[in-house]
């Protein structure tokens, strides 16, 4: 059984728990968030 999981929907939902649970952290979370997107898009993760 191969077990396939994307990287980037991953990083959303991580992204979107820890907002929901430091609401203070919303600009350094979506700062981070869009690095990494970035960064995972550039290299074709």
Avoid: R, W
């Avoid at 979370?29 to 960064?39: D, P, Q, R, T």
């Amino acid at each position: 059984m191969d077990l396939h999981i994307e990287l980037q929907p991953l990083l959303a939902i991580t992204a979107g728990v820890l907002v929901l649970i430091f609401p203070k952290l919303l600009n350094s979370i979506i700062a981070i968030y869009l690095i990494a997107y970035g960064v995972l898009s550039i290299t074709s993760f």
